[in-house]
């Protein structure tokens, strides 16, 4: 497929799949014909975007993505390597989502007293259960 229809069957700009294709998110990439300049996409690249738009909306920056997929894509790296890396990536998850709740306790607080604080005082307090939660 075309760099357009790939762009609109995964809803991305034809410019991010050129960055993706540069750093290496997409792959099976045909060379540009000589006549036209155009390249072939392969399928597998919608799912591929897809994977990478899912991660990204949930935090991981474009380099941990491509992290991810090159050491799950990496048939050099044996089956306990992988279930380690996704086991750290898990553990990284389970921290992110404990940091959520403790500051989406701390808006809760705020919307119980009518959207105020105590300025300094409730500032100090997300700070504290934040650094206790880790």
Known sequence: MKIGQLAKITGVSRDTVRLYEKMG??????????????????????????????????????????EILDNLENHENDTEFRKKFLTQKIEELDK????????????????????????????MKVKITTKEEK
């Open 25 to 66: 998110l997409v792959k099976n990439v045909s060379q540009p014909y000589e006549y036209n300049n155009y390249k072939e996409y392969g399928d597998e690249n919608v799912e591929r975007i897809k994977l990478v738009l899912d991660m990204k909306k949930h935090g991981l920056k474009l380099s941990e993505c491509k």
């Open 96 to 123: 992110k989502i404990k940091e959520l709740n403790a500051l989406k306790k701390t808006f809760e607080t705020f919307l119980e007293n009518d959207g105020e604080c105590d300025k300094q005082e409730e500032i």
